[in-house]
């Protein structure tokens, strides 16, 4: 089954950039739906962006739009996710997810929708 890990987070502040990464084993990288999802506590798991790695197609929520990006590294087996013009209400612990992509096309961000987790990553920004 696919395995995920993920490095990076940590902490900054507000306007600071922090990167992500997710490293995929266990399963052909190039057919996967990676979501990267965030968790504040007493709140709901929020899709924030995915990469479909059949064909690069991406998708990101609104809050997110020009500030983070998600990319792949096919050689690497890795997602990363770039994140820019950091705001405090970005604290979170955030956490990236596959599930089997069977054609290219966005992917969505509904975490019920993902089968595989990694163990999740700090980020906190301080105003």
């Known amino acids: 089954q696919v395995h995920l890990e993920e490095f990076g987070g940590g902490s900054t502040q507000a306007g600071g950039s922090l990167s992500l990464s997710c490293v995929v084993s266990?399963?052909?990288?190039?057919?996967?739906?990676v979501g990267w999802f965030r968790q504040v506590p007493g709140k709901e798991r929020e899709g924030v962006t995915s990469?479909?790695?059949?064909?690069?197609?991406?998708y990101y929520t609104d809050s997110v739009k020009g500030r983070f990006t998600i990319s792949q590294d096919n050689a690497k087996n890795t997602v990363y996710l770039q994140m820019d013009s950091l705001k405090p209400e970005d604290t979170a612990m955030y956490y990236c997810?596959?599930?089997?992509?069977?054609?290219?096309?966005?992917?969505?961000?509904?975490?019920?929708?993902?089968?595989?987790w990694g163990q999740g990553t700090q980020v906190t920004v301080s105003s």
């Open positions: 997810a596959a599930v089997s992509s069977w054609d290219g096309g966005y992917c969505n961000t509904i975490p019920n929708n993902y089968s595989r």
């Open positions: 266990r399963y052909t990288f190039n057919r996967l739906c």
């Open positions: 990469i479909n790695t059949r064909d690069g197609s991406t």
